[in-house]
C-alpha cells in the first residue's frame, strides 16, 4: 500500500486535496514507463522505495529486513532560489526483524535535500540520505544501511519486469479516482549480501519484494488505517493485497494483484478480497492489540499469515509522527507453508492523524 505506505502523519497523506499546494495529480491512463519511472518523481508531494523480505543466515535462522526511503515534496519555498528551501525532504526507516532478539532492531534517518546529506535521481533508482542509500544499478537494486546494532549491504536482482498495480499501474484507494496513486511492484527479488549484528558480519540470502509508489492525494475521508501484504509464493508467483479500513474495522476499499510465475499480473476483483484477524498481540510499549495472524482470501485462494515474531512494532514517531506493525509472515495453504512475505498495518493505535 502507501508505503507504503508510512507518511501518515506528514503532510504528504493529507486526507483533503493536496493539489492546492501545486501538486501533480494522479490520472488515469498515465503509462508507465521505464527506465524513466524508476526515479524520482518530486512534481507528486509524496514517494517512496520500500523493499522488504526474508534472510537466511549461513546456519539457516531467518531473519525479516525492511528498508523504505520517502521523499516528501513539502510545498515551501517553491519560489525561493535558495538551497537552503526545504522543498524537499528524504526520509528512511531500516528494520530487522530478529528471532533470537525477539523484536525489530529498528533505525530512521531524515534530512533536507539541497543542503542537508540527502537527494534523489529523477532519471533512475538512487536515493540516499547519508551514509544510507538505495538504487538501481544495472539490472539490480543495491542497498546499504548502517544503523545503530545493525548495518547491511544487499542486492537484489528482480526475475522479470515491474508488476504494474491497479489499472496498469494507476491505483485506486477509494471509490472517486482522485485518490490513487501510481504503483508497481518488483516481486521475487534475489537477495544476497552480508549482514552485521552486534558488530558481527555474516553472509546472508534470500528473497525480497519491492515497491515504488508516488502520489499528491491518497487517503479518502472516514480511513482510518490500512492492511498491507506483499507474498513471494513458492510457486515462483506473486502477490500484492491491501485494504482500507474505517473506524469500526470494515473495508472502505480493497485490491489485489497476483502474478502467476512468468505471467503478467492478474487484477482480482475488489469484492474478491478480504482480511479476516485470527490473533491478537499486545505491545507493551505502545499498549496497541495488533492483529499479528490473519486469513487473506484473493479470487478462489485462502492464506494464513503467521508472524516470524509478534513484537515487529516500529515506533518512527520521531520522523512520521506514527506507530505501526510491519513484519514479515510466513503464508500456510491447508496447514502448509506455500510462501513467505510481508504484512504491514497502520491505525490500530489511533485514527491517522495528520499535522
Same mark, same amino acid.
Not at 74 to 78: A, F, M, P, S
Not at 231 to 236: A, E, I, P
Given at each position: 500500500m502507501q508505503r507504503r505506505r508510512f507518511l501518515m502523519?506528514? /503532510?504528504?497523506m493529507a486526507t483533503?486535496? !493536496?493539489l492546492g499546494a501545486g501538486f501533480a495529480p494522479v490520472l488515469p491512463g498515465r503509462p508507465l514507463v521505464f527506465p524513466a519511472d524508476h526515479g524520482a518523481h518530486p512534481a507528486f508531494r509524496t514517494e517512496w522505495w520500500y523493499a522488504t523480505g526474508w534472510l537466511s543466515l549461513p546456519d539457516g535462522k531467518p531473519l525479516g529486513f525492511q528498508v523504505t526511503f520517502f521523499r516528501v515534496g513539502?510545498?515551501?519555498?517553491?519560489g525561493n532560489p535558495s538551497a537552503f528551501a526545504p522543498r524537499q525532504l528524504v526520509l528512511a526507516h531500516a528494520a530487522?526483524?530478529?528471532?533470537a532478539l525477539g523484536r525489530l532492531r529498528h533505525d530512521e534517518r531524515s534530512a533536507r535535500v539541497g543542503v542537508g /546529506?540527502?537527494?534523489?535521481?529523477?532519471?533512475?533508482?538512487r536515493v540516499w540520505v547519508g551514509d544510507w542509500r538505495f538504487e538501481l544499478v544495472g539490472d539490480r537494486y543495491q542497498?546499504? &544501511?548502517a544503523a545503530t546494532d545493525? !548495518?547491511?549491504?544487499?542486492?537484489? &536482482? /528482480?526475475?522479470? /519486469?515491474p508488476l504494474l498495480q491497479g489499472q496498469g499501474g494507476f491505483s485506486r484507494k477509494a471509490a472517486d479516482p482522485r485518490h490513487a496513486s501510481y504503483y508497481y511492484s518488483r516481486p521475487q527479488l534475489r537477495v544476497s549480501g552480508q549482514l552485521s549484528l552486534d558488530g558481527v558480519a555474516r553472509p546472508v540470502s534470500g528473497k525480497a519484494w519491492l515497491d515504488h509508489e508516488w502520489s499528491s492525494e491518497l487517503l479518502p475521508e472516514g480511513a482510518q488505517g490500512w492492511d498491507w501484504i506483499g507474498?513471494?509464493?513458492?510457486?515462483?508467483s506473486g502477490l500484492m493485497a491491501f485494504r482500507l479500513r474505517d473506524a469500526a474495522g470494515q473495508a472502505l476499499w480493497s485490491a489485489a494483484t497476483l502474478r502467476p510465475a512468468g505471467q503478467p499480473g492478474q487484477v482480482q476483483p475488489r469484492e474478491a478480497v478480504s482480511f479476516t484477524p485470527l490473533r491478537q498481540w499486545h505491545s507493551p510499549r505502545s499498549g496497541i492489540h495488533w492483529p499479528v495472524a490473519w486469513r487473506v482470501q484473493v479470487g478462489g485462494r485462502s492464506l494464513e499469515l503467521q508472524p516470524l515474531i509478534d513484537d515487529q512494532e516500529l515506533d518512527s514517531r520521531r520522523s512520521t509522527g506514527a506507530i505501526y506493525w510491519e513484519g514479515a509472515v510466513r503464508a500456510l495453504e491447508g496447514g502448509r507453508e506455500v510462501g513467505r512475505g510481508y504484512l504491514e498495518m497502520t491505525g490500530y493505535g489511533k485514527r491517522i492523524r495528520v499535522g
Open positions: 502523519s506528514l /503532510p504528504a483533503g486535496s !493536496a513539502t510545498g515551501l519555498g517553491e530487522i526483524a530478529d528471532p /546529506p540527502a537527494g534523489f535521481d529523477t532519471r533512475t533508482t542497498a546499504e &544501511v545493525f !548495518a547491511y549491504r544487499l542486492e537484489l &536482482v /528482480p526475475d522479470g /519486469p507474498l513471494n509464493l513458492d510457486d515462483g
